[in-house]
Nanobody, 117 residues
C-alpha cells in the first residue's frame, strides 16, 4: 500500500506561482513513476507532468515552459512548481504513484488550485 498526501494548493492571481508537494509513504520504494494530474470543473482528469525514477519527465503541452516536476527520492516526495499561472489552470491537482511491475497505481486525495483573473 502507498499513501500519497498532497499540499500547497490555494488561491493565486493570474501570473503568480505555486509549488505543490506530494509525500509518499508505505511501499514508496516500489514507486517507479510519480505524476501530477488535474481535473478542472466539468472536465476529465488529465496528465500534467510525470517523472520516472531516473529523472526523465513527460508533460502536457499546455504546461510546457511553465510547470516543472521534480522528485526527491530520499524524501519520497514529488513537487510541481507552477509559474505564470492562468485561470485555465484552475483545477484539483492529484498526485499519482505508478508501480508498473505490479500493475498498480495509487492516487492522493487532491489539492485545489484556483487562479483568479
Amino acid at each position: 500500500q502507498v499513501r500519497l498526501v498532497e499540499s500547497g494548493g490555494g488561491l493565486v492571481q493570474a501570473g503568480g506561482s505555486l509549488r505543490l508537494s506530494c509525500a509518499a509513504s508505505g511501499r514508496s520504494f516500489s514507486i517507479e513513476v510519480m505524476a501530477w494530474s488535474r481535473q478542472g470543473p466539468g472536465k476529465e482528469r488529465d496528465l500534467v507532468e510525470r517523472i520516472l525514477s531516473g529523472g526523465d519527465t513527460n508533460y502536457a503541452d499546455s504546461v510546457k515552459g511553465r510547470f516543472t516536476i521534480s522528485r526527491d527520492n530520499a524524501e519520497n516526495t514529488v513537487y510541481l512548481k507552477m509559474n505564470s499561472l492562468k485561470p485555465e489552470d484552475t483545477a484539483v491537482y492529484f498526485c499519482k504513484a505508478e508501480l508498473p511491475a505490479e500493475g498498480i497505481n495509487y492516487w492522493g486525495n487532491g489539492t485545489p488550485v484556483t487562479v483568479s483573473s
